[in-house]
Nanobody, 122 residues
């Protein structure tokens, strides 16, 4: 019913930038929020950034001032602009569409993308 696809990951040098994209598609009526999570090797999955349906944003302390989440409401697409990247940012980044209402069934669900690898290394 809903597909979430991330793109934009890759290998960058410390101090570099990447822009991740996440597109949610399918029989979507509404999405309450979209999040970027990341999971580094051997670590718990971490919430990186959130944007809600009203445009409110929030960030993990570790990325504040460096990352910016934004949205394209018409396409249920969010972006994560990552600047001043550090090796500690290396992780698989996952997009999560939160509290999604679909047109075909009642209730709400969340949907995850497959992840995109971000590696920050010289």
């Amino acid at each position: 019913q809903v597909q979430v696809v991330e793109s934009g990951g890759g290998l960058v040098q410390p101090g570099g930038s990447l822009r991740l994209s996440c597109a949610a598609s399918g029989s979507i009526f509404s999405i309450e929020a979209m999040h970027w999570y990341r999971q580094a090797p051997g670590k718990q999955r971490e919430l990186v950034a959130t944007i809600t349906s009203d445009g409110t944003t929030d960030y993990a302390d570790s990325v504040k001032g460096r990352f910016t989440i934004s949205r394209d409401g018409a396409k249920n697409t969010v972006y994560l602009q990552m600047n001043s990247l550090k090796p500690e940012d290396t992780a698989v980044y996952y997009c999560n569409a939160d509290r999604v209402v679909v047109t075909t069934t009642p209730g709400v669900s969340d949907y995850w993308g497959q992840g995109t690898q971000v590696t920050v290394s010289s």
